[in-house]
């Protein structure tokens, strides 16, 4: 059997959990073109067959709308190794134990890779788009699952060729699309943490100081050594730079200039000053799930980053006390305004 099959379902159940394996129940139920395994029979019968067209069909619909399509993923992001692990080994019409496990965790392994780049491709959709591109990004999701399944029912040594040249997408771009999912998992859970305060209400931040009590007090001490003899650290922003490819970052929020903190392994913090009076554009701006925190300085420097939602109200605070402070500064020595600039007015 060429291997197309077991690996272009496993592939396809990345992109969706259900409508792979309902399409695999019906193939093999109703055609001649699909064996499944002995061990897996129990996917032709009939409570199989309803229950997967049910959830393959409340699937495709929710993954159209906006923020409940962020939550489908987060909810499914364990879910869809085991229905890309499962339908690899419904596949697999040996009956020896080894080849059966290996080729479930390889099943696995790719519809984790596949969930992890249609995160990030999501994540992007969103945050460029506001979730306008979503319901267009899921109708191309359904057609591209619906086509890798066929294809690989009835075309498989084709569909090997697209999951080898999947396999080489990934491992060039896999670090990339890894770090954007452990993103998204953690934006996903902050906005549940942020919900349920919302819910119980939970009481609100009354200084941007209390964004210090955040951080563990090992990183606190860290960030602390950053600072210059005198100088007071008025808050601290933990989130992801989105020029940088959703790197960690921590904004410190200082008595005499910003300090953009970016986490390294086993390094230390790469640290870069932002003087105030650089400062022109500071806003921040609520993006559903996320916060966004914009700052733009006088020779076009721009610093985009991206806060969990339970750090909105320090992020207000923050582009606020930002503002502020720019105000207050003047240009450093030596370095003239630029043109048609006016350092009074920070741009909200």
Not at 43 to 60: F, Q, R, T, Y
Not at 174 to 184: A, Q
Request: net charge positive; proline share 7%.
């Amino acid at each position: 059997m060429a291997m197309g099959l077991p690996w272009g379902l496993a592939l396809s159940s990345g992109l969706n959990t259900y409508l792979p394996l309902f399409l695999l129940a019906v193939f093999a139920r109703f055609t001649h073109a699909v064996s499944l395994s002995p061990r897996f029979q129990w996917l032709i019968s009939d409570e199989a067959v309803i229950i997967l067209g049910v959830l393959a069909l409340g699937e495709v619909l929710a993954e159209k709308f906006p923020v409940l399509d962020h939550l489908w993923d987060f909810v499914h992001t364990v879910l869809r190794p085991v229905a890309g692990a499962l339908a690899a080994g419904a596949t697999l019409t040996t009956a020896s134990t080894p080849p059966l496990v290996f080729a479930m965790v390889a099943g696995g392994t790719l519809a984790t890779a596949a969930h992890s780049a249609k995160s990030g491709i999501r994540l992007m959709g969103t945050s460029k788009s506001f979730g306008v591109a979503n319901p267009i990004l899921s109708l191309g999701e359904d057609i591209t699952v619906v086509a890798g399944t066929l294809l690989s029912v009835y075309a498989p040594w084709v569909m090997l060729g697209v999951v080898l040249l999947f396999a080489l997408l990934f491992a060039l771009f896999g670090p990339w699309l890894v770090r954007t999912l452990w993103f998204d998992l953690r934006i996903v859970a902050a906005w549940f943490r942020w919900l349920g305060g919302r819910i119980f209400r939970a009481p609100l931040p009354l200084t941007l100081r209390e964004s210090l009590l955040e951080l563990a007090p090992s990183r606190l001490r860290s960030l602390s050594a950053e600072l210059e003899p005198g100088e007071e650290l008025l808050g601290v922003l933990s989130g992801w730079d989105r020029s940088r490819g959703l790197r960690r970052c921590w904004l410190l929020v200082t008595s005499r200039r910003l300090l953009l903190a970016e986490r390294r392994l086993f390094r230390k913090p790469k640290v870069a000053p932002i003087p105030y009076g650089d400062v022109v554009v500071a806003r921040d701006r609520n993006l559903v799930l996320f916060w966004g925190l914009d700052l733009l300085t006088r020779r076009n420097v721009r610093c985009s980053l991206t806060l969990a939602k339970t750090a909105a109200p320090f992020g207000a605070m923050a582009v606020e006390e930002i503002r502020h402070l720019a105000r207050l500064s003047t240009p450093p020595p030596g370095v003239a305004p630029a043109p048609g600039t006016n350092l009074a007015s920070v741009t909200p």
